[in-house]
């Protein structure tokens, strides 16, 4: 149902050819299992959104090199890829798990597939302007779990995941595309 979905096969085809790994973020990860592997997405019953902690599950993998055993990660989605079909995947490798958010971190065996379901990309705001940007709209939403400090909208959020964004996206660049 993507009207531009054509161009992005066209795309995803000819990265597999033309560069090392590729990225794929929230939606371009459900795209990219979609695409490759032919994992579906599944619609969630309510939005997530918020900061969720995930635990490694592969801590040795290259692209977590540094990354705490326990970690925190915003997300925001109305959907999940099919987890099981994942974890069943003979060329996929899931690095960590959440039990509210799913997994975060999916690799293909072979590195050139990096598929992140949630928004380590996200500023400090990024949710609570989401989460402002739903309620003038008048959608069903609710506030952004472990989110605002003492869950007060009035509090300004705080960070907790820029080191592992940094992290990750140096260990990507360094051990996956370089």
């Known amino acids: 149902e993507v009207d531009y979905w054509d161009e992005l096969v ?53 692209l977590v090199r540094g990354i705490n055993d326990e970690f925190s990660v915003p997300h925001s989605r109305h959907t999940d890829a099919d987890y099981q079909a994942i974890e069943a995947h003979p060329d996929l490798s899931i690095l960590d798990c959440s039990e509210q958010a799913g997994p975060f971190l999916i690799v293909s065996n072979n590195e050139r597939h990096i598929m992140i379901t949630g928004h380590i990309e996200y500023d400090a705001d990024t949710l609570s302007r989401e989460y402002h940007r739903d309620l003038k709209k008048g959608l069903p939403i609710h506030m952004p779990t472990n989110y605002y400090p003492n ?24 051990y996956f595309v370089y």
């Open 151 to 174: 869950n007060n909208i009035n509090n300004q959020p705080i960070n907790r995941w820029r080191s592992t964004a940094y992290l990750i996206f140096s260990n990507w660049l360094n």
């Open 10 to 62: 066209t795309i995803l085809d000819w990265t597999n050819n033309h560069v090392t790994s590729t990225l794929h973020i929230c939606w371009g990860a459900q795209a990219a299992l979609y695409h490759h592997y032919n994992i579906g997405k599944i619609k969630r019953n309510k939005k997530i959104s918020g900061i969720f902690a995930h635990q490694l599950l592969i801590p040795t993998n290259k």
